[in-house]
């Protein structure tokens, strides 16, 4: 089978460093822009290390007419719904769209309004920021999780995003991988986001420490309630692990909040919060994230 050809809706910086990933491993790709006639190639600058590239990506209008029959969705999660919208027109019941948003949640308007949508999902910890509009930096590899809820064999499509990413696999169950990046967003993004912090003041500092522990325990037992057995027992180790090694990040949320963006917290603890009221159980201190993140008015 012929690689798929990508037409990729946000052109941040993840959106654009796949798409040219995608492009130098041989796929078609398309950049979905939604200024108005913008219908030709964009110039994007991508850095890694000492290397420099210049690569040329085509770009289409989302009001264009021609058919997508593979949609790259890298919005942020609370643009997800208005960004398939503005392409609904060009899809149809063959089209695969691929979500690579942060949290959970934000696939049900699409479910609700395109019951013949086929979704997919994804998770990245790759490391991309932007230096300019269409130049970004590379700056660290992470992995890469692809995967359908009920769908435990790689899709057709799967074969070309190895080749372009380093660490990408297909996860047969990918709900579990959702979930278990939720459960580590929780406990790291709205902490960072409040007391403005590096990911790493979360262990260098004791009481942030002790938070962190004290939230993992309410997540724990969310994740148990929704059937992740698996995940709550090795939440706190995970959590840790995954703060040691971004240690000099800012979390994403912080990023929202220091740009004065609206933040994904009703994506990330919104969605551990309505599981846990569906299944009676308490989550205080997740609740006060909550809380003390909407106060930040993001
Ligand atoms: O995914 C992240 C985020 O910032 O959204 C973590 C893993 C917390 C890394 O910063």
Same mark, same amino acid.
């Given at each position: 089978m012929s690689d798929a050809h990508w037409h990729i809706l946000g052109a941040g910086a993840i959106g654009c460093l796949f798409a040219a990933r995608l492009q130098q491993a041989g796929a078609g790709v398309t950049l979905l822009l939604r200024e108005p006639a913008s219908d030709e190639a964009v110039e994007l600058l991508l850095e890694q290390g000492e290397q420099q590239q210049r690569l040329q990506l085509p770009a289409s209008n989302c009001l264009a007419q021609s058919p997508i029959s593979h949609l790259l969705v890298c919005t942020k999660a609370y643009d997800v719904a208005a960004a398939v919208d503005s392409v609904a027109h060009r899809l149809n019941p063959d089209s695969q769209v691929l979500l690579l948003a942060n949290g959970m949640g934000f696939d049900q308007p699409l479910v609700q309004n395109y019951p013949w949508m086929q979704l997919y999902y994804g998770t990245t910890t790759e490391g991309a920021y932007r230096l300019a509009p269409r130049h970004i930096r590379h700056a660290g590899r992470g992995q890469t999780r692809l995967g359908r809820p009920g769908q435990e064999k790689p899709a057709p499509w799967f074969a070309s995003w190895p080749r372009a990413l380093q660490h990408c696999h297909w996860e047969a169950d990918m709900e579990q991988a959702l979930w278990a990046k939720l459960a580590i967003n929780c406990a790291i993004n709205p902490l960072t986001a409040i007391h403005q912090c590096r990911n790493g003041e979360l262990e260098h500092n004791p009481q942030l420490a002790a938070q962190v522990s004290a939230l993992c325990a309410?997540?724990?037992? @969310?994740?148990?309630?929704a059937g992740y057995t698996g995940l709550a027992t090795g939440l706190q180790r995970e959590v840790q692990s995954v703060i040691r090694s971004t240690a000099n990040n %800012? /979390? /994403?949320?912080? %990023?929202? @909040?220091q740009n004065a963006r609206p933040t994904e917290i009703d994506y990330i603890t919104g969605h551990l919060l309505a599981v846990a009221a569906r299944h009676g159980i308490a989550t205080p201190r997740n609740s006060t994230l909550f809380t003390g993140v909407k106060a930040l008015g993001t």
């Open positions: 309410e997540i724990a037992a @969310v994740c148990t309630a %800012q /979390s /994403s949320m912080l %990023q929202d @909040v």
